[in-house]
Structures are given as structure tokens and as C-alpha cells.
């Protein structure tokens, strides 16, 4: 199935608040990466918040903010 070039254009464009790359390296173990300082500031990450990976058609990542668990956990 042959793909267009303005298909592929408008696959690989996307308009995105803060783009930024990383790369992956490894512990022998697990594919590690860095999360770049401008991505986990507008996502408001900190120490102890968890991401959560979700792999269907995309790849999504959901950032659980330790302090929401807590809340949850005292509720």
C-alpha cells in the first residue's frame, strides 16, 4: 500500500505545546531515558510521581502525581 507524501507529512507533523527528544541508553537491565527539564516542568513532574506507559496505536504516557495517590489513599 503506497502512502502519499503529503499522507506522510501529515503524519510525522504535529503541532505540540513543547517538543523535545531523548535517547534511550540502558542499565543492562531496562531501556532508560532522561526526561527533558522543559517536559517534566510543563507536566509539572517532581521526584516520587510515577508515569504510566499505555501502548495501543500510540504510544501515551500518564504522569500519577504522588500527591494525588496520597489523597486518594487518606479519602
Do not use: C, Y
Amino acid at each position: 500500500m503506497a502512502i502519499t507524501e503529503e499522507k506522510l507529512k501529515e503524519m510525522i507533523e504535529h503541532k505540540a505545546k513543547v517538543e523535545r527528544i531523548s535517547t534511550i541508553s540502558s542499565d543492562g537491565v531496562n531501556l532508560l531515558t532522561r526526561i527533558p527539564k522543559e517536559i517534566a516542568e510543563e507536566a509539572k513532574m517532581q521526584k516520587k510521581d510515577k508515569l504510566r506507559w499505555l501502548l495501543d496505536k500510540e504510544i501515551k504516557l500518564e504522569v500519577i502525581k504522588e500527591n494525588d495517590k496520597e489523597k486518594e489513599e487518606n479519602s
